[in-house]
């Protein structure tokens, strides 16, 4: 669907989503997009939530008779507090009268008071909204009701209809004026920080999980979450399709690797382990392993188990999921470990060193060496200094031969070494694609190694060592090493919560890493928990605050899915071609450097000058923001995907039509602010909302879905959306 086609009937809301989308890039705004982004979040930070006024605005229009319009009178509490005749008869006008502040329970009533009709011409009274800058009610939100009659009689209970757009005969359009939100008592202002956790540490937030999130304390919530169990789901589903014949498994005519991205889709918002499974999202962009390489074709369930593994250990240690990784096949042909021989003088022959380097540059240590805070240090020349020189990646590929598939003992031999694969038909599957590498003893280098000569951490690995003990003792120098804890901590805290932490921040996680409060190093649960309940984590950002990143566009799409209960009507989950203009698709990162690089720096005023870090700005252009509009559109208005004619995975929109109908348009972006927004929406984006939620024509309740579909929306086009914060 074109972007603008689900808005044609709104003869507001194309100007409402240019105006939307002029924080990010859309219309003719000639500001970069990083700088504008970084506006609108900077303004995010500043907006402050009007006082409401005492004023009650009356949205309305009429049908005239004899060139005389409807006149409407407007009571609260039986008094009369204005009078005006509506002669606008094309466009809504908004009619404003002064009151007492409203209260819950507080009785307004719209009285139409000179119906006349002759000749087919008839004089009606049409009211689009009612509200006082805090509230807007529909004239046909449950509890309102027409009272027909004249005079007294408008107001005596006899002759009731249900509440309507239209009053089409004296009577009186009667409302009881609902609780505010905000009020004293209101559970809505803890069920914003309970959104704003779950857009964290989740894929997003449900209405039941921020209830029940609200109901107990964050530590409590992260300690019940980090206890349910880890769940193989990627191999079990893997597993599920090669057990129904050969042509489902690695060369069979119905062999599809790209499954592990439906797997993802069907599993990733339903699961019950949310901050697992966030967290071994997180965790996959800093041990990257991509489909795009041809040579995991064969080796989908391989694949599975890696990222599986990532589940397992999201909260075990990080010295057994550095070892996971390193012995994982899919790592293994990956960064080309697996099979990799040992040094050879007569021939000229040096091991593949692709995956010692990576290990130290992205999976433990990074290129320089840091303080505790994560900042640089810097030697007596004031440049920063290097962890590693090529003299370590050298002895630390020679650390890393002889591996290959875990085969059992005997079946691999030195001349199977450089080509045995697993065998997948359902008659030869051994399954040694879900087992660990194994060395072979003659192919590993048995050389003395050096690593880190001259440095505080340097070791000697002995001639003669086994591959096991080598593959130890230089893990367990990476894992002691004092960058480890502000290196993977900045990275875990970039994913979940902000793009640019404070060095005090990363300070606080990486002592947690270095120690758990009981003398372990290394607990991943306990880094996840520190860097969750963070003061500047927990803490609203206030005005000028940086706080905040651009949500990478899978995240965006998982929340949508989760908060709306999105599923495949087939199970295929076939949609992901709508995130390839985006820039960015599950596991299918372009390089080991993932979808986007973690210190990148937009080169931009808003950012360059601070040297200010905000990766997922490496994939956002003028094309991606158009490409994010257009999937806002499918998401906001039928689904994502096709099946024939219709959407494969339609949003579930029955909790926001329940708020609409019960509790106005107020009720609806109260709860489009705790499920999107966390409860960040600003004063601008929701009177924007408001207006064009008031713009749908229909005056009925046939009109919810419209009305609701359209805030969804315009909620996921904004920057306000885009920018968690």
């Known amino acids: 669907m074109a ?184 559970t809505l202002p803890r069920r914003k920080e309970a959104a704003r956790l779950l857009l964290q540490a989740s894929f997003g937030p449900t209405a039941a999980a921020v209830d029940a999130l609200a109901a107990t304390t964050d530590a409590s919530w992260i300690t019940a979450q980090m206890a349910l169990p880890a769940t193989n789901d990627f191999v079990n589903a893997v597993q599920a399709r090669y057990s129904q014949s050969d042509s489902y498994r690695p060369g069979g005519d119905q062999y599809d690797p790209s499954e592990i991205v439906r797997i993802f889709w069907r599993t990733a918002p339903a699961a019950p382990d949310q901050l697992r499974k966030r ?52 790592m293994g042909i990956y960064l080309s470990h697996l099979r990799n021989r040992k040094e050879d ?6 091991p593949d060193e692709n995956f010692a380097r990576e290990l130290m540059q992205l999976f433990t240590i990074g290129l320089q060496e840091l303080n505790p805070d994560g900042s640089l240090k810097l030697d007596s020349t004031g440049q920063p200094i290097e962890t590693y020189r090529n003299a370590d990646v050298m002895a630390l590929a020679k650390v890393f031969t002889g591996f290959t598939w875990g085969f059992p003992d005997g079946q691999m031999t030195s001349d199977k070494f450089g080509w045995l694969d697993p065998a997948y038909t359902a008659a030869t599957d051994q399954r040694v694609d879900l087992q660990r590498m194994k060395p072979l003893a003659d192919q590993h280098s048995t050389a003395e190694k050096k690593l880190f000569t001259g440095k505080p951490w340097a070791v000697t690995l002995p001639a003669g060592s086994s591959a096991q003990a080598d593959v130890k003792a230089a893990l367990d120098t990476l894992f002691r090493h004092p960058n480890v804890g502000p290196f993977i901590g900045r990275q875990l805290i970039q994913q979940l919560v902000t793009s640019q932490p404070s060095a005090a921040y990363v300070g606080r996680v990486a002592a947690v890493f270095n120690n758990n409060g009981t003398g372990v190093r290394g607990d991943l649960g306990a880094v996840v928990r520190a860097i969750l309940l963070d003061p500047e984590a927990r803490t609203v950002p206030t005005a000028g605050s940086p706080s905040g990143k651009l949500r990478e566009p899978v995240l965006g799409m998982l929340h949508w899915m989760r908060t709306f209960g999105a599923r495949s009507i087939n199970g295929r989950y076939r949609m992901g071609w709508q995130l390839d203009p985006l820039g960015e698709t599950p596991f299918r990162a372009p390089s080991v450097f993932g979808y986007f690089r973690p210190g990148y720096v937009p080169p931009s005023p808003g950012f360059a000058p601070r040297k200010a870090t905000a990766p997922e700005f ?54 489009i602010d705790v499920l999107l927004l966390g409860g960040r929406m600003s004063a601008t984006l929701r009177k924007l909302l408001t207006e064009a939620v008031v713009s749908v024509a229909d005056g009925s309740p046939r009109s919810y879905p419209d009305r609701v579909h359209l805030a969804v929306f315009l909620t996921l086009a904004s920057p306000e959306f885009r920018i968690q914060r």
Request: net charge negative; hydrophobic share 45%; aromatic share 8%.
């Open 279 to 330: 967290t071994a999202f997180a965790l996959h962009h800093i041990f990257m392993v991509s489909q795009v390489d041809a040579n995991l074709w064969f080796h989908s369930r391989a694949y599975a188990n890696y990222l599986d593994l990532l589940n397992r250990n999201a909260f075990g240690n990080f010295r057994t999921l550095l070892e996971e990784m390193a012995l994982s096949p899919a």
């Open 618 to 671: 490496q994939i956002l252009d003028e094309n991606s923001v158009a490409a994010w509009a257009n999937l806002a559109d499918a998401m906001g208005s039928g689904g994502l995907g096709w099946v024939d004619t219709v959407p494969e995975i339609p949003g579930n929109y029955s909790y926001l039509l329940n708020a609409l109908a019960n509790g106005g348009v107020s009720g609806l972006l109260d709860e």
């Open 345 to 350: 003088p007569s021939i000229n022959r040096q």
């Open 3 to 186: 972007l603008c086609s689900f808005l044609r009937p709104y003869t507001a809301a194309p100007a409402l989503l240019l105006a939307l989308l002029a924080g990010c890039g859309g219309g003719s705004a000639g500001a970069p997009l990083a700088d504008a982004l970084m506006t609108t979040a900077d303004a995010l930070a500043t907006t402050k939530t009007a006082t409401a006024p005492s004023l009650l605005t009356v949205r309305a229009k009429g049908s005239l008779y004899a060139g005389v319009g409807p006149v409407m009178v407007v009571r609260v509490n039986q008094q009369v507090v204005g009078t005006v005749e509506v002669k606008n008869t094309a466009d809504w006008a908004d009619f404003t009268f002064s009151v007492p502040a409203l209260r819950g329970g507080d009785k307004v009533d719209a009285v139409f008071t000179n119906d006349l009709s002759a000749n087919g011409v008839d004089r009606n009274l049409y009211i689009a909204s009612l509200g006082n800058g805090t509230t807007v009610l529909l004239p046909f939100t449950t509890g309102i009701v027409i009272d027909r009659g004249t005079g007294s009689a408008a107001f005596d209970g006899q002759d009731l209809l249900p509440g309507s757009s239209t009053l089409a005969s004296d009577g009186a359009l009667r409302v009881t004026w609902p609780t505010a939100s905000g009020s004293a008592g209101s």
